[in-house]
């Protein structure tokens, strides 16, 4: 069964340190897809970032970079120079298209508050 | 620009009530999911829809039902309202064509208060 865990509940920094946003999954299939969402304090959920399971190139755009690591079943989301506008809730995901077509698993987000 | 409305945005009601909750997406896609946000919980899949006259329970679906009678609209209806359904309740929709990546695009949200 596919699963998602992100065990930092709540993380707090200071303006423009770097922080790392933790993501391991387990899925069983080869095929999948991961997922990065953001929601920050006004409630809604936006898409940042996709990676296909046969895509282990990092990425980065602009401050944001992601380390996809298959040997780990590890996404990581990193933000450098956290700025207090990077306060939201993170959340990750995972879809098997070949065996859940459409479904996503979420893990229960982190929290992160970036301090002035 | 494609979209997807919920509305409404805020709803208070009453133990025992009946409340519907729409959900409209102009992505033209086939797939839609309502999830509930609580504390601690993430988001819980409630049912999901992959097309017209389709739908499927999700692993929170109890008191909770949907129908699919266009490729637009997913209403979600509480059939008799209950506290533990105080939520944010979000609905999404995904493309299902050959190639799709499954990405999710989000409503911005209901806020249920059930008295």
């Known amino acids: 069964a596919q699963k998602v865990t992100q065990a930092q509940t709540e993380i707090s920094v200071v303006e423009k340190e770097d922080v790392t946003l933790d993501c391991v999954y387990e899925t069983r299939d080869t095929t999948y897809y991961l997922f990065w969402y953001k929601q920050p304090p006004s409630g809604e959920l936006v898409f940042l970032i996709r990676r296909n399971s046969f895509d282990e190139q990092n990425e980065i755009s602009g401050r944001y970079s992601w380390n996809f690591q298959k040997s780990t079943s590890s996404f990581n989301f990193t933000i450098t120079a956290s700025q207090v506008v990077d306060s939201a809730v993170y959340f990750c995901a995972l879809s098997e298209p070949n065996t859940n077509a459409g479904k996503s698993t979420f893990g229960d987000g982190t929290t992160l508050t970036v301090k002035p | 620009d494609a979209e997807i409305t919920q509305s409404p945005r805020h709803k208070i009601t009453e133990t025992g009530r009946q409340v519907t909750l729409a959900c409209h997406q102009t992505w033209n896609h086939n797939n839609m999911f309502w999830y509930r946000q609580d504390l601690g919980h993430g988001l819980r899949l409630i049912h999901y829809s992959y097309g017209v006259q389709d739908t499927n329970k999700g692993e929170v679906s109890d008191g909770y039902s949907v129908s699919r009678s266009n490729t637009e609209d997913l209403p979600l209806t509480l059939e008799s309202a209950a506290s533990s359904q105080t939520s944010v309740y979000f609905c999404?929709?995904?493309?299902?064509?050959?190639?799709?990546?499954?990405?999710?695009?989000f409503g911005p949200g209901t806020r249920l208060t059930v008295l």
């Open positions: 999404a929709s995904s493309d299902r064509a050959s190639g799709s990546t499954d990405t999710q695009y």
